[in-house]
């Protein structure tokens, strides 16, 4: 007798398998549902041959578990941007390219090789926006923007690109949380729906401050904020008159608040450092072209084509090595940091299938 978890769609490859080795055997499957709560399902991720090796990125953080939403399209989808973004250069990203395309043909480094590969890719895209090659802006037109001529675009589009990834991030939180009929989080929680209404009242109040507009009265916002902080202060008793039961606090009522208060400073700072940080996207792909003018600058104080050409190919080799390396980490921070807090638990079992020889148990 023996029991275990095999995909659905194998199911009767399964049954033809254990029939052929035996014919006296009974084969029963059930449905995750029918299995016990205390039963832990195992995660098999699935996702296209585009976005696959994106999956090492995940399992760093932590296998999603069985109810939990797969983060590897979206994590695979926003990375490549904000790489692509930080690190647009045409020439040193085919270089990326081509150091994915090599070392993926050796097995261990196969995954590390496709990202390399995706990555440059993105890198190249993102060259042609900026129009530079190898750090050079004056060979190519520039698609979208020359980074450094437009400092303050080039940084306010970074935190507008981060505001609605965090937007999307409370929308996969709240899908997930309701899936599993955690309505006291997925509802009231800061990562519920009543924390992205909060997000989007602060939102609007930085808004109306910034630009001195009439996009909502200050008073208001201020109003309608304090009520969703108590709202998520108070989402335990809020949750049990939804469903018409009595709180239960297992902590103490008294220590439940406490705790619930620092939360609502912990929830209002990390609101505004998550968006904030997003800034380090612009600033980078700005970095990307001061740190190639540096080395520039050394290549015409030398005043020798040879020097000065050594000097520049070094500079390139620095950028791809040292500096693509910082932003490969950076692109990571805001992916596990400022995203998943959000959505993501990654706190799965990995589905590692038990691998039997029935031919050859069948030979004995």
């Known amino acids: 007798y023996f029991s275990g978890w095999i995909p659905e769609v194998e199911t009767e490859k399964i049954k033809q398998k254990l029939e052929e080795v035996c014919s006296r055997v009974i084969v029963v499957f059930a449905e995750v549902d029918e299995v016990p709560k205390r039963v832990v399902p195992p995660t098999k991720l699935k996702n296209s041959w585009i976005l696959k090796p994106f999956e090492l990125l995940v399992n760093l953080y932590g296998v999603p578990n069985y109810k939990e939403l797969d983060p ?22 085919a270089i990326l390219f081509l150091a994915g395309w090599m070392i993926r043909k050796k097995e261990s480094l196969k995954t590390s090789g496709e990202i390399m590969l995706r990555i440059g890719l993105s890198s190249v895209f993102f060259g042609f926006m900026y129009g530079s090659v190898f750090g050079f802006e004056e060979y190519l037109p520039a698609l979208l923007v020359h980074p450094i001529e437009n400092i303050d675009f080039v940084l306010y589009s970074s935190i507008v690109f981060g505001v609605v990834l ?23 929680g800061r990562n519920g ?15 109306e401050l910034a630009l001195s507009g009439d996009i909502a009265p200050i008073n208001i916002l201020i109003i309608v904020g304090i009520v969703l902080l108590a709202m998520m202060l108070f989402k335990k008793p809020l949750t049990a008159l939804l469903f018409r039961q009595p709180a239960v606090y297992h902590e103490g009522k008294k220590e439940y608040y406490i705790e619930g208060g620092f939360d609502l400073v912990e929830t209002l700072l990390s609101l505004l450092s998550n968006t904030i940080s997003f800034i380090r996207v612009g600033a980078f792909a700005l970095n990307h072209v001061g740190l190639f003018l540096a080395f520039t600058t050394m290549a015409n104080l030398s005043n020798n084509r040879a020097i000065g050409a050594v000097i520049l190919i070094a500079g ?49």
């Open 72 to 93: 590897t399209i979206f994590l695979g989808l926003t990375y490549l941007i904000l790489f692509g973004a930080m690190f647009g250069d045409v020439g040193q990203g």
């Open 166 to 188: 965090l937007l999307i991030s409370f929308g996969i939180s709240i899908s997930n949380l309701l899936k599993i009929k955690d309505y006291e989080q997925g509802v009231f």
């Open 193 to 207: 729906i009543v924390g992205l209404l909060f997000y989007i009242v602060l939102l609007v109040g930085v808004l």
């Open 316 to 364: 390139n080799i620095i950028i791809i090595g040292l500096e693509g390396l910082i932003v490969f980490i950076q692109g990571l921070r805001l992916e596990y940091y400022e995203l998943f807090s959000k959505y993501y638990t990654g706190d799965g079992i990995a589905y590692s299938p038990f691998k039997l020889n029935l031919e050859t148990e069948e030979r004995k």
